[in-house]
């Protein structure tokens, strides 16, 4: 059985993380930042109280991130558009970086485990949501995958994504 492991991400990450933000196949669907763009926004991301990221890492080679995030309704950025949802919803956002291991089937794995393992760390979470671009035929195969269902689109500034939930 595959297994990986969930390490929080930390400043010496950041090399990583812009290195696989310019990959062409994590590029397509993310916005790839500047290098100080980088350092300054997504460490405060990752370092806020409401956003916990990860590296993912498949027999001690990370391959991916991940991170969840509490939904504040009152925010534009994180969930003022969205429809009525349990209070214990956490949204989910995720990618395979590593190049080798894209197209494998490891994304449905290590979002399952996962979410299995933030059933410990968060105990109150019943629901988790991703919004993919309604164009990203494959992450929406991989979370259908790991059993999040289609709820429908809806448009930001940024344009159109698709929401999806996972009952726990």
């Not at 309604?134 to 930001?156: L, Q």
Request: with cysteine.
């Amino acid at each position: 059985m595959t297994h990986f492991n969930f390490k929080k991400t930390i400043e010496v990450d950041l090399p990583l993380l812009l290195g696989w933000f310019k990959e062409p196949h994590v590029q397509k669907w993310w916005p790839t930042p500047e290098k100080d763009e980088l350092l300054e926004k997504f460490l405060q991301r990752i370092r806020s109280k409401n956003t916990f990221g990860y590296i993912v890492y498949l027999n001690e080679i990370p391959i991916g991130y991940i991170q969840y995030y509490y939904i504040d309704r009152h925010s534009k950025k994180s969930g003022s558009w969205l429809p009525p949802l349990p209070e214990t919803t956490v949204g989910t956002d995720q990618f395979i970086g590593n190049p080798d291991y894209v197209g494998k089937g490891y994304g449905a794995l290590f979002i399952k485990q996962f979410i299995n393992e933030l059933k410990t760390i968060e105990p109150t979470i019943t629901t988790v949501i991703v919004d993919p671009d309604p164009e990203n035929a494959m992450a929406i195969r991989c979370y259908e995958k790991v059993g999040f269902i289609k709820v429908g689109t809806y448009s930001v500034p940024g344009g159109e994504h698709l929401l999806m939930r996972y009952d726990i």
